[in-house]
């Protein structure tokens, strides 16, 4: 195609003017990228204003030029400026083709743009159009302009794609976390949570993304548990100059900035525990219970980035890159928190409470070599840490209700719940590219460590505690020791290790075929344990004269040795060391599993150009899937120790074809088939208990190994302009074998992960727009708006008796799929003039999903469904001459209610999610915030 186009600049340029004059014609590539087309380079007849700019495919004409001997100046924001001498003859065309390289001696203010090639969105346009598959991106530029803080924010910005408010869980086209796969650099990466199959891009700060892309339809280079997309994080690179930036801001949210806040006692302002190495025990001993007091709840955040390169005689070149930050946050949410099957169990309506203190640390160091032109190595490591501390009470209005109450279960009832969650994360990878002749070699290799953990989560119950509110020291509360269990400490560990790899050869038969041949490997190990200690209260009527003062009970001094002691408490443990008591003694784990993955695959796809217009891509892939999963649990009895396995081989076919109706349009189809695989949390049937809620696994899930997905893509694509597009896409998906969250019909309410029919269907449709309504001179975007919209339809048949480990029936033939919102909206509007040095960018971001359901019910039970959630921000930013930015954000301004529901056969009632925080029918509140930002 770019010879077409080559030839009919040529053609123009020939005999469109008259044979007194003469053309240059040519096209740029872009020695950085790998010879690519360098889009939007300027090029100018030195000493005069004609001039010309090359187009998406790097090409130009300067045409009807007078006979003589010119230089021609080309250029390209921090690329080096070359000057070429060509001579125009009459009824000639002259063509000069030119590589262009970044410069050595860039100025400091064209650092950053030298890497915008892939980050911003007119660039990113051009890769979305001159892609294979079908795939979206948002990059750095455009997360910076809305004030996008992180990964999941930016994904929600594209369509189809929505989040879980209040949770890290994001949906694409309806599917949740186990449908989804996250890479960085084409290289996978591990999961922070023992609930969740991905990790939390909420980690991921705009800092270190150059973007975000979201590839819906499948390609073979993808591994085969794909089935609503694959989430791919670019890490910043460098190329340029050195420079160095750093930041500063400052944030209060309207719901927080009045409270007196608490958090957990012996954790750190950076989101760390320094206990972490000691023995669980020895911290219920020598620790305390009580949240402790925090000054102003005011959230701040920090950081730099600075890079350079070295430039060498034989023209290799040496980048390095490094950024830093910090950010923490207060929030607090008011609300119920409710647990309601059939009947209800406990309800804290409207008096429940939870203060949460934040924090995220990214470190990340990036080495850039280019050997030359036809070689280089990068190596990314990758440093995050992230810490959530909780303080919840419920009940706080005396009129708490436990159905299982032994004072009273009308009211009274009241818990607190003390958790501090902590992941650290070490990524590190070392990827490769390779160019000789027709040959090219792209490769990774990378290992991940995660250590995530829930190191000293405090829990107390109490009866009538209206006592604590009514001014009359004759009346207290009193514990609620039901079992010893309800008053504790508990403690988890996670830790996952992966190593994985790709390589890819490409082989350039000629200009109409090109063909891949690659691998895709990984080998990921999970160890988890839990271990829980109990306080029996040994006076069931012991009365507690101060609510904020548990440490003064919870001591040494008061711990029943003996029946002589007079004691007011013993510790318990579940799992006790052999041949000691399991009262006052330490234990061992309460439960446990350990998990192995390994799958290796090849695959082989061609590259088919069938004339001017047609771009076919076969392919097929062959995965081999082994999964190991023992584990040690307590809730199952003496079923509850046990390994299971899965092995199967997989071949897996896929077709993506595009037509290009034009230079601006494209018509996209795409089929292929693809797998799921449970995930380790899924298997395991280790249960975790919330103050409402209690999630856990199901080992039947491996009886049939996978869910096997047909999907069916087509997309029309016009991009009417450089920073322009309108699309049109249907979707459609066949999964057989489906898993979804249930919630199991039995006394506990426990939600599990079950196999609920023979298929489930998903069909919909996907509309995005951009454009602009203003243009100054250069014809760059000053009013700017986009939207993007989904609508889809999900169905699946349910059996309607499941036997197994955990057994259920369906009420109902069918229903909609888990996770499915069947409406998604972002919109947003951007205004961005210049007045002299000051260039300030207004946007107004506005995003919608609709009801969705967050866990199925079983027998009886309605569904949970998560009530729709809109959401509106406005991000002003102000760059002051070209090193000096001051920032302004107003956000979540519609302060929309967060609510979970259970459907009853008499209406809706409020109920909390397993995947949401600890309250539900809550606000939020707004968040105003300031950033002060300088380039050295």
């Avoid at 230089?71 to 590589?99: D, M, R």
């Avoid at 796969?181 to 996978?188: A, C, P, Q, V």
């Amino acid at each position: 195609m770019r010879q077409i186009l080559l030839i009919l600049l040529l053609f123009s340029a020939v005999f469109s003017y008259s044979q007194s004059t003469g053309s240059i014609v040519g096209k740029l590539t872009d020695k950085e990228y790998n010879d690519e087309p360098l889009p939007f380079a300027n090029i100018l007849i030195k000493g005069t204003t004609k001039g010309a700019t090359s187009d998406m495919d790097g090409l130009y004409s300067l045409d009807n030029m007078e006979p003589g001997t010119y230089t021609v100046v080309f250029s390209f924001v921090g690329y080096q400026t070359q000057e070429v001498e060509a001579t125009v003859v009459a009824g000639k065309v002259t063509e000069i083709n030119l590589p262009m390289s970044a410069s050595a001696a860039s100025l400091d203010e064209i650092v950053i743009t030298t890497t915008t090639k892939r980050e911003s969105e007119v660039a990113l346009l051009l890769d979305q159009k001159k892609a294979v598959e079908i795939k979206q991106s948002i990059g750095a530029e455009e997360l910076s302009r809305k004030g996008v803080s992180d990964a999941a924010g930016a994904v929600a910005k594209i369509s189809g794609v929505s989040k879980q408010e209040g949770s890290s869980n994001v949906y694409v086209r309806g599917l949740g976390d186990r449908y989804l796969n996250t890479t960085m650099n084409g290289l996978s990466l591990p999961s922070n949570d023992v609930n969740k199959k991905n990790i939390d891009l909420n980690l991921f700060s705009s800092d270190i993304i150059e973007n975000v892309s979201i590839s819906k339809a499948y390609s073979t280079n993808f591994y085969g548990d794909f089935s609503a997309g694959n989430v791919n994080i670019t890490s910043k690179n460098y190329k340029g100059n050195g420079f160095f930036e750093a930041f500063i801001g400052s944030c209060f949210n309207t719901n927080t900035i009045d409270k007196d806040f608490v958090k957990s006692e012996g954790t750190g302002y950076f989101g760390d525990y320094a206990r972490y190495n000691h023995n669980p025990f020895a911290v219920v001993l020598s620790h305390g219970i009580d949240p402790e007091s925090v000054e102003t709840p005011i959230n701040t955040s920090f950081g730099a980035a600075g890079g350079k390169s070295f430039d060498f005689k034989n023209g290799s070149r040496l980048s390095l890159f490094a950024t830093a930050s910090f950010d923490n946050g207060y929030e607090y949410r008011k609300g119920t928190n409710q647990d309601f099957t059939l009947v209800e169990k406990k309800a804290y309506i409207d008096s429940a409470e939870e203060y949460e203190y934040s924090t995220t640390t990214t470190a990340l160091a990036n080495v850039n070599y280019r050997i030359d032109d036809k070689n280089s190595l990068k190596y990314n490591s990758l440093y995050i840490n992230s810490s959530s501390d909780v303080v919840g009470y419920f009940g706080i209005d005396g009129k708490g209700r436990n159905r299982d109450g032994i004072a009273s279960t009308d009211e009274g009832f009241y818990q607190m719940n003390v958790q501090f969650d902590q992941t650290q994360m070490f990524v590190n990878q070392l990827l490769g590219e390779h160019t000789s002749g027709k040959f090219k070699v792209d490769w990774g290799f990378g290992y991940n460590k995660v250590y995530s953990k829930q190191p000293d989560r405090k829990r107390v119950s109490l009866e009538n505690y209206q006592f604590a509110l009514d001014n009359d020291p004759a009346t207290n509360p009193i514990f609620y020791n039901n079992v010893d269990y309800d008053n504790q400490r508990y403690f988890q560990n996670i830790e996952d290790d992966e190593y994985n790899g790709i390589a890819n050869l490409a082989y350039e038969v000629s200009e109409k075929l090109k063909f891949n041949l690659g691998y895709n490997g990984r080998s990921k190990t999970r160890n988890f344990n839990n271990v829980r200690y109990g306080y029996r209260i040994v006076d069931t009527d012991y009365q507690i004269t101060d609510v904020n003062n548990f440490n003064s009970i919870f001591n040494v001094e008061n711990l029943n040795i003996n029946e002589n002691t007079g004691g007011v408490y013993e510790i318990t443990v579940i799992n006790n060391i052999p041949g000691q008591s399991n009262t006052n003694r330490p234990g061992l784990p309460e439960n446990t599993y350990n998990g192995k993955l390994d799958i290796y695959a090849g695959y082989l796809n061609a590259e088919i150009k069938a004339g001017d217009k047609w771009l076919f891509v076969p392919g097929v892939r062959l995965e081999s899937v082994d999964q190991q999963i023992a584990y040690d649990v307590i809730n199952l009895g003496n079923s509850g120790n046990n390994e299971i396995s899965y092995y199967c081989n997989f071949f897996l076919p896929s077709l993506n074809i595009k037509y290009a109706v034009n230079d601006d349009m494209n018509i996209r189809l795409s089929g292929s088939q693809t797998i799921s695989i449970p995930e380790f949390k899924e298997v395991a049937p280790f249960v975790y208990e919330n103050i409402s809620t209690r999630i856990g696994g199901n080992p039947d899930l491996l009886d049939k190994g996978v869910s096997k997905i047909l999907n069916l893509d087509l997309k029309y694509e016009w991009f009417f302009s450089k920073s322009e597009i309108f699309s049109l896409g249907a979707f459609a998906k066949e999964i057989n074998d489906p898993v979804n969250l249930v919630v199991v019909g039995d006394a506990t309410g426990t939600q599990r992960y079950v196999r609920t029919g023979d298929k489930a269907t998903v069909y919909g449709v996907e509309l995005e727009v951009r454009k602009d309504l203003i243009r100054d001179e250069n014809e760059n975007g000053v009013l700017s708006a986009g939207l993007n919209a989904t609508y889809m339809h999900t169905d699946q048949d349910l059996y309607s008796q499941i036997d197994g480990t955990f057994d259920l029936s369906f009420d109902k033939d069918s229903d909609a799929l888990q996770g499915a919102s069947p409406f998604l909206f972002n919109a947003d509007i951007s205004y961005s003039p210049t007045f002299n040095n000051y260039k300030p960018v207004a946007n107004l971001v506005f995003s919608y999903f609709d009801d969705r359901i967050d866990a199925l019910g079983s027998g009886q039970l309605g569904n949970i469904v998560e009530k729709s959630v809109p959401t509106l921000d406005f991000i002003w930013k102000n760059t002051i001459k070209d090193n000096f930015e001051i920032n302004l954000s107003f956000k979540n301004l519609l302060n929309p209610t967060i609510k979970y529901v259970r459907e009853a056969r008499l209406g809706d009632v409020v109920v909390n999610s397993a995947n949401g925080k600890g309250v539900s029918d809550y606000k939020r509140g707004m968040d105003l915030g300031l950033q002060l930002k300088y380039k050295f």
